[in-house]
């Protein structure tokens, strides 16, 4: 009798994408072969085009085939990303694209599958399919720019924006609880969880070169400027008198310290547990240097990140975490699934598995 296979007996891959075919001996790429003939159409000083430029210098190192690479969009400004690539790609609907690129990631191990989203097409009608791409742990990249408005239908509220954002659709201010992505990520069990900032290109890079290395579903939360319906929503992060305060940087094995430099260099702020088992801003001056928590990005229990995530100001983002908040290993939905198939045998008679064993006649009753 043979023993079934597990996940175990799959090869132990180090990258995400130790799977696709890489290539050849002396070949090479650059960004100018992953971009297509496509004319970008977004507005002017969108956010999305840093994204897409650090994305297409991105990809070339990854050594990937070019016919080996998806990305698969759903519906938004973010979501005409596959159209400027000159990878394979898809268009596909309002909020599915994690559903559709799980079935690809399945079906095809010999591509590296990214989703590009938006705060809208991802949290209101794609919610659901977020959620569970990310607790199955299928073998994806997903993107999700998030510039806390709907940019595309032209400025109504978002599923991220701040509770009393004055918008198209809220005239008198939303009355929503705004989501955290992040922390939303976190309590579906995500396996790699970060955030970075659009207009960071050095982060942003670094983000998601191991984002790609992940093996298994990686978020990464991409603050993105909309400058005709949301401008300045970021300025915190962004501007140069305030983001050394609003930035807490997490480093993994570092102290989580930011703010204004002191004489080691490192900020005069700092993250502490406090009594009621989550964490706090604190001065570096007032706490003991053991009592600084040490970022651990790699701990199985997702219970500290979560309360690190829920720093981020969700009013108008005097600070925010910034940098990879989780990043563990566990068995793969596509990986367990091909497992399965492996062991399964023959194929079996399609028509004999619609045919039965379950039959029943339905009778027309005498009137």
């Known amino acids: 009798m043979t023993t079934p296979a597990t996940v175990t007996d799959l090869p132990d891959p180090v990258l995400g994408t130790a799977l696709v075919p890489t290539l050849g001996e002396g070949e090479s790429q650059t960004g100018k072969d992953f971009t297509s003939d496509q004319e970008v159409r977004w507005c002017p000083g969108c956010g999305d085009y840093a994204v897409l430029k650090a994305v297409q210098g991105f990809l070339p190192g990854l050594g990937l085939r070019r016919e080996n690479i998806v990305f698969v969009s759903g519906i938004g400004c973010s979501s005409r990303f596959p159209y400027y690539l000159d990878t394979y790609g898809m268009h596909s609907i309002h909020g599915r694209a994690p559903s559709i690129a799980t079935g690809i990631a399945t079906a095809r191990e010999d591509l590296s599958v990214w989703v590009v989203t938006g705060d809208g097409d991802a949290l209101s009608i794609g919610g659901n399919h977020l959620i569970h791409a990310l607790r199955r742990n299928v073998n994806m990249t997903i993107l999700l720019f998030n510039n806390r408005i709907y940019g595309l239908t032209k400025g109504q509220y978002s599923p991220t924006s701040e ?42 890079t670094s983000v998601l070169s191991a984002a790609a290395a992940h093996r298994g579903t990686s978020l990464v939360e991409i603050y993105q400027n909309c400058p005709i319906f949301n401008d300045g929503a970021f300025d915190a992060i962004k501007n140069p008198d305030t983001k050394a305060d ?122």
């Open 163 to 204: 509770t009393g954002k004055v918008t198209k659709s809220t005239p008198m201010g939303s009355v929503d609880h705004p989501f955290n992505p992040v922390s939303l990520a976190l309590g579906a069990e995500a396996s790699f969880v970060a955030r970075t900032i659009d207009s960071d290109r050095k982060h942003l």
């Open 246 to 367: 609003a930035i807490i940087p997490l480093v993994h094995g570092e102290q989580i310290r930011f703010g204004a430099a002191q004489e080691d260099g490192l900020g005069h702020k700092c993250l502490v547990r406090d009594a009621g088992g989550g964490v706090r801003v604190a001065e570096v001056a007032g706490v003991a240097a053991e009592d600084i928590l040490v970022h651990d990005a790699h701990h199985p229990d997702p219970t500290r990140a979560f309360a690190i995530s829920r720093l981020t100001d969700s009013g108008y983002l005097h600070q925010s975490p910034i940098g990879i908040f989780r990043q563990v290993e566990r068995p793969t939905y596509d990986d367990q699934a091909r497992v399965q198939l492996s062991t399964a045998g023959e194929p079996g008679d399609l028509q004999a598995l619609i045919d039965g064993p379950d039959v029943w006649t339905v009778e027309e009753e005498n009137r």
